[in-house]
């Protein structure tokens, strides 16, 4: 698996040139968000991470650690953690693109976190966690990637993102979301009853078939199903 993480905070205006340099230099990127509400004179932004593998969660926590410390002057309701996964198997997104695997995770993170903070996420507009049938079904033609889990983002990039956690006020939350959200999918991964070598079709996964028509047709014959 590989991960990156998107942060929605207040930073104080004079250290935004300085943030984005160093966000640049560590391929990543730094950009307004009109979502996010904070006390003026702060200002409203975001960070993209760089792309981890998911070995690297030590050096992600280097990073945040110094990121609060230097920057993060506000979160607040209005505010996010995103986290993007992915695989390098189309199996895996295959065997997580289920109601199944939708409940188990919603279960597990109810389970591990009760803060109150979070559980304000579950009414977020931008967060929903209702999946009707015709939306697994058909989710390209609603265009809603306002989901707890925004399976659309493997469209734009190959990935699954997690929305549904509140941006921590500490470094070491982040981690521990982070931490929470690699875990359940492997837990899920080695438990679920799922083929790993199913080749996604339009009628098995019409999500991912959009894109990746002609990509499955040249895998069919050379995919390797590795362990996570």
Not at 17 to 42: C, F, I, T
Not at 56 to 82: A, W
Not at 138 to 147: G, L, M, V
Request: net charge positive; hydrophobic share 35%.
């Amino acid at each position: 698996m590989k991960y990156g993480l998107e942060l929605e905070f207040g930073m104080e205006r004079e250290r935004e040139e300085q943030l984005k340099e160093e966000m640049e230099e560590k391929e990543g990127s730094l950009k307004e968000d009109s979502s996010v509400n904070v006390h003026y004179p702060l200002r409203a932004r975001e960070i993209n991470t760089k792309v981890y593998n998911e070995e690297e969660v030590n050096d992600t926590s280097l990073f945040f650690s110094s990121f609060y410390k230097n920057y993060v002057k506000e979160v607040n309701n209005s505010c996010g953690l995103h986290i993007h996964v992915s695989f390098e198997e189309i199996g895996y997104y295959n065997a997580i693109f289920s109601k199944r695997f939708i409940r188990f995770f919603k279960k597990k993170l109810l389970e591990n976190f009760q803060s109150e903070e979070l559980k304000k996420r579950f009414k977020n507009k931008y967060c929903k966690c209702s999946y009707p049938q015709k939306y697994m079904l058909k989710q390209w033609s609603f265009k809603d990637r306002y989901k707890m889990i925004n399976f659309l983002a493997h469209n734009a990039h190959r990935t699954v993102e997690f929305r549904i956690f509140d941006a921590p006020k500490t470094a070491k939350g982040v981690i521990d979301y982070l931490n929470f959200t690699l875990s359940t999918i492997r837990e899920y991964l080695s438990v679920a009853k799922f083929d790993l070598k199913t080749i996604a079709t339009k009628e098995e996964l019409p999500l991912f078939s959009m894109n990746l028509t002609e990509e499955i047709e040249e895998r069919k014959e050379k995919i390797q199903i590795r362990g996570l």
